[in-house]
T-cell receptor
Framework: NAGVMQNPRHLVRRRGQEARLRCSPMKGHSHVYWYRQLPEEGLKFMVYLQKENIIDESGMPKERFSAEFPKEGPSILRIQQVVRGDSAAYFC????????????FGNGTRLTVT | DQQVKQNSPSLSVQEGRISILNCDYTNSMFDYFLWYKKYPAEGPTFLISISSIKDKNEDGRFTVFLNKSAKHLSLHIVPSQPGDSAVYFCAVTTSGTYKYIFGTGTRLKVLA
């Protein structure tokens, strides 16, 4: 998993607070994905971004969730007014392009909502 | 709508024997297939991939087989080692698109 950096590794929030998850892609990668893994489940696509553009956010809940990938700096996944059901592992992945390139994942942020 | 299925949630194999993990998909438009390994508290790690123009790709102890007519993908690990114990995910995509769809994973346990 070298290269894709996610922070924090663990995040604890009370219900109603905001959670901000950060992802720095591998050097040279301009395609970023966010996936969510609930306990005992697989990886669910949330959003796909390129620099300064959200390409597909069809996997994200329409309320409270947002994502960005600014020209400078990391990609941010933001969850407002968190609820217990948001507790999950959130993984960021990056790739060089979308032509048969594997996704490279970070180690995830484990969000716990109390 | 499960486009990618890994029907075995878990598999136990003796050290030194072959591990075979399976994956089925529904859409014949998928043309690039990947396997990932995931340890607890870590992100998935890319293992091996195959494009639809091939039916086999080998990398060391890992071989991926693709049967396009059956829409079936398998990962063979031989010989299996205790360090291979992890959850394995298959993933599929169509070239030129950005959607990578993952299966639900198979937990492999290699017994020493």
């Amino acid at each position: 998993n070298a290269g894709v950096m996610q922070n924090p590794r663990h995040l604890v929030r009370r219900r109603g607070q905001e959670a901000r998850l950060r992802c720095s892609p591998m050097k040279g990668h301009s395609h970023v994905y966010w996936y969510r893994q609930l306990p005992e489940e697989g990886l669910k696509f949330m959003v796909y971004l390129q620099k300064e553009n959200i390409i597909d956010e069809s996997g994200m809940p329409k309320e409270r969730f947002s994502a960005e990938f600014p020209k400078e700096g990391p990609s941010i996944l933001r969850i407002q007014q968190v609820v217990r059901g948001d507790s999950a592992a959130y993984f960021c992945a990056s790739t060089l392009d979308n032509r048969r390139s594997p996704l490279h994942f970070g180690n995830g942020t484990r969000l716990t909502v109390t | 709508d499960q486009q990618v299925k890994q029907n075995s949630p878990s598999l136990s194999v003796q050290e030194g024997r072959i591990s075979i993990l399976n994956c089925d998909y529904t859409n014949s438009m998928f043309d690039y297939f990947l396997w990932y390994k995931k340890y607890p508290a870590e992100g998935p790690t890319f293992l091996i991939s195959i494009s639809s123009i091939k039916d086999k790709n080998e990398d060391g102890r890992f071989t991926v087989f693709l049967n396009k007519s059956a829409k079936h993908l398998s990962l063979h690990i031989v010989p299996s080692q205790p360090g291979d114990s992890a959850v394995y995910f298959c993933a599929v995509t169509t070239s030129g698109t950005y959607k990578y769809i993952f299966g639900t994973g198979t937990r492999l346990k290699v017994l020493a």
